[in-house]
């Protein structure tokens, strides 16, 4: 395989507490990169396996930053990119896949579709990522496997073939079979280790005894089931974003971890073409091309440095070679970039398409930023969705204003949340999703910029992105609606509506007025 077919970079992704977390583990576990797995409240291994760099995490024991977690695996190069559990950061999530190629989404057995596997999956389909859905805690009392693939077909809209069937569920539940290589393995329940495991012809008697005659029956009736039922699987589909796969199993005891990990490697796509304003960018050209998506401050606190994740979309990239910065016009040279295994990290001397760098950053990147060894292309920005609660942030500390003035910049670079500029009155106005992407701001200045924040409400609905052809109706909005308009970091034209009534009206006044609710159109 060539460097960039043997390539899977991917995130895993779910609604909180699916068990995203554990599954990370477990699939750092079968790439060797951990020898045990901590999700027996063993918090201390937790800590390594997962990445939670920033202090602010760990104080509240929730995932914030994305980090990335590489190893190799039967031949294949597995770039994990994780992302924030917590939904009030699902702006970086969203982020994150925008730089990976496929996904897996982690769903529980016994609450099947939740409000954030939705939204995942509408983003998932926005870039036409194809995904894998891992059905989890099959060892808990669930809901039937039936039930819970009609309502991932419903509510997800979009069809799904079953790769693995469970084998009971609960207490009784005694693994999984493998139908897209069609064996069976029996492990042994362990929390923490890959265990011996035993394969079994499901046709033999052998089945009936390891698992019970009632399990093997049922087993063979669901099987012919599925295969009645489920259109055969295609892999052509499965990349289009047609057709997503399913996998069931348990996370926490191993079970059906393998099975996936096993076929995702083999189904998954490699690398894919990138799409830049100007034209679309294949893996296979010989010059390197990257943007970054993600950028993570503190990672040690020590030295209060950044990193910027850039993500190869082609070429080569090398250590210390000259790259164009394109929107400083500026060549630029790494000396260390790093590469990240699980916590550790090390230097990279080069990397391929669908890897991930991390380039130490002081303040020169933007989310969104595109880097070549010379082409003048922009990878499309990364999209940013109207949030849903919004502050006037203001400088606490009259003697602290440089400080208050580069820490709002550099933390809106990092995306950390939006910004806006109120046009009416110079003030700015903060968008998040979630009420503890404000805590980290004010966390964050006090911490990292010595500066304090104060917050003061303002009541908004939604901000929409304004374009329009008829350049004399888009003045004449701007004039009726000048106290409502802002600039968000970009410079770009922001209608800031306080209601749904009022942004509803505005839309039926102005019909040559495109009112857009993602930055990305
Ligand atoms: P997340 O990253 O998606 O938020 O989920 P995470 O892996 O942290 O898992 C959430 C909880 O679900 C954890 O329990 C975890 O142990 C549990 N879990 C994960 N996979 C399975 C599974 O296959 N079966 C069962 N029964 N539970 C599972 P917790 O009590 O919140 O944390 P912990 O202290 O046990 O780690």
């Not at 693994?175 to 035993?198: A, D, M």
């Not at 800031?496 to 495109?514: R, T």
């Amino acid at each position: 395989m060539t460097e960039i077919e043997r390539r899977r970079t991917f995130a895993i992704i779910s609604h909180p507490d699916a068990g995203k977390t554990t599954l990370t583990e477990k699939f750092l576990l079968f790439g060797g990169q951990i020898q045990v797995a901590g999700a027996v409240k063993n918090n201390k291994i937790k800590k390594t396996a997962t990445s939670d760099w920033m202090d602010i995490e760990k104080q509240r024991g929730i995932s914030v930053s994305t980090s990335v977690m590489e190893f190799d695996y039967n031949g294949y190069k597995v770039n994990i990119l994780d992302t924030p559990g917590h939904q009030d950061f699902a702006e970086d999530t969203y982020r994150t896949l925008t730089a990976v190629d496929s996904a897996i989404i982690v769903v529980d057995s016994a609450k099947g579709v939740e409000a954030q596997t939705r939204k995942l999956m509408e983003v998932c389909r926005m870039r036409n990522t194809p995904v894998i859905i891992f059905i989890n805690k099959m060892d808990r009392e669930g809901r039937d496997p039936f039930d819970l693939l009609d309502e991932l077909e419903e509510e997800l809209n979009i069809h799904v073939r079953p790769l693995s069937w469970p084998i009971n569920q609960g207490q009784r539940f005694k693994g999984v079979y493998n139908i897209y290589e069609q064996k069976l393995n029996l492990f042994t329940p362990n929390k923490q280790r890959v265990t011996e495991k035993v394969e079994i012809d499901i046709n033999s008697n052998n089945l009936d005894e390891q698992v019970g005659a009632e399990n093997a029956s049922q087993l063979r009736d669901d099987l012919e089931l599925v295969n009645g039922v489920y259109p055969e699987f295609d892999i052509e589909s499965y990349r289009n974003a047609e057709v997503a796969p399913v996998f069931f199993g348990s996370a926490l005891n191993n079970f059906g971890v393998q099975e996936l990990l096993d076929c995702f490697v083999q189904i998954a796509p490699s690398p894919k073409p990138t799409k830049a304003e100007e034209r679309m960018v294949e893996p296979t050209e010989p010059k390197f091309t990257g943007f970054i998506f993600k950028i993570t401050a503190n990672i040690d606190p020590n030295h209060r440095s950044c990193i910027a994740f850039c993500k190869v979309c082609s070429g080569k990239f090398v250590r210390n070679a000259p790259y164009h910065h394109i929107r400083l016009d500026k060549t630029v040279r790494f000396s260390s970039p790093t590469q990240f295994m699980a916590q550790r990290k090390s230097t990279v001397d080069e990397a391929y398409p669908g890897d991930i760098v991390g380039l130490p950053d002081n303040g020169i990147f933007k989310i969104g930023d595109t880097l070549t060894e010379g082409e003048n292309i922009h990878f499309r920005g990364l999209p940013s969705f109207s949030p849903l609660l919004f502050k006037y942030i203001e400088n606490d500390d009259p003697m602290k204003s440089k400080q208050f003035q580069k820490g709002i910049e550099q933390l809106m670079n990092e995306g950390v949340a939006q910004m806006f500029v109120n046009q009416f009155n110079n003030r700015r106005i903060i968008g998040t999703v979630g009420q503890l992407q404000f805590e980290v701001i004010q966390y964050r200045l006090e911490h990292e910029y010595n500066a304090k924040c104060r917050w003061e409400p303002v009541h908004l609905h939604k901000a929409c992105w304004i374009e329009s052809d008829d350049e004399q109706e888009l003045e004449n909005f701007k004039k009726r609606k000048y106290q409502y308009m802002a600039k968000d970091i970009e410079g770009r034209d922001v209608f800031l509506a306080d209601s749904g009534y009022v942004l509803s009206m505005a839309e039926q006044d102005f019909k040559h007025i495109k009112f857009h609710f993602t930055s990305e159109f």
